[in-house]
T-cell receptor, first 115, second 111 residues
Framework: DGGITQSPKYLFRKEGQNVTLSCEQNLNHDAMYWYRQDPGQGLRLIYYSQIVNDFQKGDIAEGYSVSREKKESFPLTVTSAQKNPTAFYLC??????????????FGDGTRLSIL | GEDVEQSLFLSVREGDSSVINCTYTDSSSTYLYWYKQEPGAGLQLLTYIFSNMDMKQDQRLTVLLNKKDKHLSLRIADTQTGDSAIYFCAETLYGNNRLAFGKGNQVVVIP
C-alpha cells in the first residue's frame, strides 16, 4: 500500500544531542512537509520541500535542518540548538498540483522527548 | 495574513449532532479543509470545500462556509464514539500547497 512512513514512533534525546526523524513516502509525491504539534497549538510548519534538492523554511525553522536528496525521503534533524524539542512531529506530502481532495497526506508521527 | 482560529473542546452525547466552528482571516483562501486526528496518529482528511460554495454534504458531515464572516463549520450528524478525536480546519491559497491550520477542537463523545 502507498503511504507515508515515519520512524521511529517514539524517540528520546539527551540534552545536547542531535537526532534525526525519518519520513519516507512511496506515493510519488513531489512536495513534502514537516510540522511540529504541541498541545493546544495546532500544527506549525518547520520546513517544506517542493522538489528534490530544494527546501524552504517554514514558520519555526530555527534549531532544525532538513535534506531532500531523494524524492521519497525528507529527514528532519532536530539539533541541539532547538531548546524545546519535546513535541509530536508530523510529516506530510502532496501530489503535483495539490488539488482539492488530496491536499496533504500525513504520516503517523514521531513523538520526541527529552531525557 | 493566515490566521485560523478554533475553539478547543466539545463534548457530545452519542447519537446527537456536533458542530465545530472555525474562523479564518485570509479572504483569498480558495480551499478550506477539515482534518481528523485520532490519538497518537497523523491527520486524516475528512472533507473540503471550495471557497465559492456555501455548503457541502458528505454522508454524516456537513460543511458550511460563510465567506462574508470568514466562518467555517463542520456538523457531524448522529455522532458516534469513533468520532472522538481532534478536528482541525485548514486553509490553502491558490497555487500554494502550504496549509494554515487552526489549533484544533477536541471532540469527546459520551456513550
Amino acid at each position: 500500500d502507498g503511504g507515508i512512513t515515519q520512524s521511529p514512533k517514539y524517540l528520546f534525546r539527551k540534552e545536547g544531542q542531535n537526532v534525526t526523524l525519518s519520513c519516507e513516502q512511496n506515493l510519488n509525491h513531489d512536495a513534502m512537509y514537516w510540522y511540529r504539534q504541541d498541545p493546544g497549538q495546532g500544527l506549525r510548519l518547520i520546513y517544506y520541500s517542493q522538489i528534490v534538492n530544494d527546501f524552504q523554511k517554514g514558520d519555526i525553522a530555527e534549531g532544525y535542518s532538513v535534506s531532500r536528496e531523494k524524492k521519497e525521503s525528507f529527514p528532519l534533524t532536530v539539533t541541539s540548538a532547538q531548546k524545546n524539542p519535546t513535541a509530536f512531529y508530523l510529516c506530510a506530502s502532496t501530489p503535483p498540483g495539490g488539488g482539492p481532495g488530496e491536499p496533504q497526506h500525513f504520516g503517523d508521527g514521531t513523538r520526541l522527548s527529552i531525557l | 495574513g493566515e490566521d485560523v482560529e478554533q475553539s478547543l473542546f466539545l463534548s457530545v452525547r452519542e447519537g446527537d449532532s456536533s458542530v465545530i466552528n472555525c474562523t479564518y482571516t485570509d479572504s483569498s483562501s480558495t480551499y478550506l479543509y477539515w482534518y481528523k486526528q485520532e490519538p497518537g496518529a497523523g491527520l486524516q482528511l475528512l472533507t473540503y470545500i471550495f471557497s465559492n460554495m456555501d455548503m457541502k454534504q458528505d454522508q454524516r458531515l456537513t460543511v458550511l462556509l460563510n465567506k462574508k464572516d470568514k466562518h467555517l463549520s463542520l456538523r457531524i450528524a448522529d455522532t458516534q464514539t469513533g468520532d472522538s478525536a481532534i478536528y482541525f480546519c485548514a486553509e490553502t491559497l491558490y497555487g500554494n500547497n502550504r496549509l494554515a491550520f487552526g489549533k484544533g477542537n477536541q471532540v469527546v463523545v459520551i456513550p
